[in-house]
């Protein structure tokens, strides 16, 4: 097929492409957030050229950064990956897509069995939105954050070291406006629980710009709520 590029996006590796086609079999795509560790997943690809390879594999870890990408929470699995998989799906047992292999760990530039995959839920919220407006918007809330060890936690008053630790507040950014100070602690953005600093950008980064958010945030030995309005 000749395609066209609707759009794309370097953070998440995607792309948006239209071709004129009809009666096109359709995948269905699955929930990675029920993805459990140890559960077994098909990949199909075209490694080194070999057309419609089937490899499988475990789930190996999920909510893996990697050093050049810290808003995709990657799937790491032990399937066989090499080059020629790159942009194929990865499957779940009920046959639903769960993640696009996109790269693997490697010292010889062959598998090595580190191999990681975009959550799809990820992905097509890049696409909808490229669908939609030809470009990925994502939020900000204007913080810059570190991880909140043991001792700090500790020293906070925090009985377990969960939450991202405000260490620098952008001057007239969302957060400053609505409040929020350095050596706050997020514990929770509109209910969901940020177990770590990695965890915060991810889900800001998915909240629609101009999206008013209820923060959970520790400060003085006290949780707190203040409301935040997302921007770009």
């Given at each position: 097929?000749?395609?066209?590029?609707?759009?794309?996006?370097?953070?998440?590796?995607?792309?948006?492409?239209k071709?004129?086609?009809?009666?096109?079999?359709?995948?269905?795509?699955?929930?990675?957030?029920?993805?459990?560790?140890?559960?077994?997943?098909?990949?199909?690809?075209?490694?080194?050229?070999?057309?419609?390879?089937?490899?499988?594999?475990?789930?190996?870890?999920?909510?893996?950064?990697?050093?050049?990408?810290?808003?995709?929470?990657?799937?790491?699995?032990?399937?066989?990956?090499?080059?020629?998989?790159?942009?194929?799906?990865?499957?779940?047992?009920?046959?639903?897509?769960?993640?696009?292999?996109?790269?693997?760990?490697?010292?010889?530039?062959?598998?090595?069995?580190?191999?990681?995959?975009?959550?799809?839920?990820?992905?097509?919220n890049a696409?909808?939105?490229?669908?939609?407006?030809?470009?990925?918007?994502?939020?900000?809330?204007?913080?810059?954050?570190?991880e909140l060890?043991?001792?700090?936690?500790?020293?906070?008053?925090?009985?377990?070291?969960?939450?991202?630790?405000?260490?620098?507040?952008?001057?007239d950014?969302?957060?400053?406006?609505?409040?929020?100070?350095?050596?706050?602690?997020?514990?929770?953005?509109?209910?969901?629980d940020?177990?770590?600093?990695?965890?915060?950008?991810?889900?800001?980064?998915?909240?629609?710009?101009?999206?008013?958010?209820?923060?959970?945030?520790?400060?003085?030995?006290?949780?707190?709520?203040?409301?935040?309005?997302?921007?770009?």
């Amino acid at each position: 097929f000749v395609a066209k590029v609707v759009g794309s996006d370097k953070r998440t590796d995607v792309s948006l492409i239209k071709i004129d086609a009809k009666d096109l079999q359709r995948v269905a795509i699955g929930d990675p957030d029920k993805l459990k560790v140890g559960e077994w997943v098909v990949a199909i690809g075209k490694p080194f050229g070999l057309e419609n390879t089937m490899t499988a594999g475990i789930v190996s870890a999920k909510g893996r950064d990697l050093p050049q990408e810290n808003l995709v929470p990657f799937i790491q699995t032990d399937v066989a990956i090499n080059p020629g998989n790159s942009g194929g799906p990865l499957f779940n047992m009920k046959g639903e897509v769960v993640g696009i292999n996109s790269l693997i760990y490697s010292r010889t530039g062959g598998y090595m069995g580190l191999a990681f995959a975009v959550p799809i839920d990820v992905a097509m919220n890049a696409v909808n939105q490229l669908k939609d407006k030809g470009r990925v918007t994502r939020g900000r809330i204007g913080v810059q954050i570190q991880e909140l060890t043991k001792e700090a936690a500790d020293a906070f008053g925090l009985k377990q070291a969960n939450g991202a630790l405000v260490n620098g507040v952008e001057n007239d950014g969302p957060a400053a406006k609505a409040g929020i100070e350095s050596g706050d602690i997020i514990l929770k953005v509109d209910g969901r629980d940020v177990h770590s600093s990695t965890d915060l950008p991810r889900v800001i980064t998915a909240i629609r710009p101009g999206t008013k958010v209820t923060r959970t945030v520790w400060r003085k030995g006290a949780s707190k709520e203040v409301a935040v309005t997302v921007a770009e």
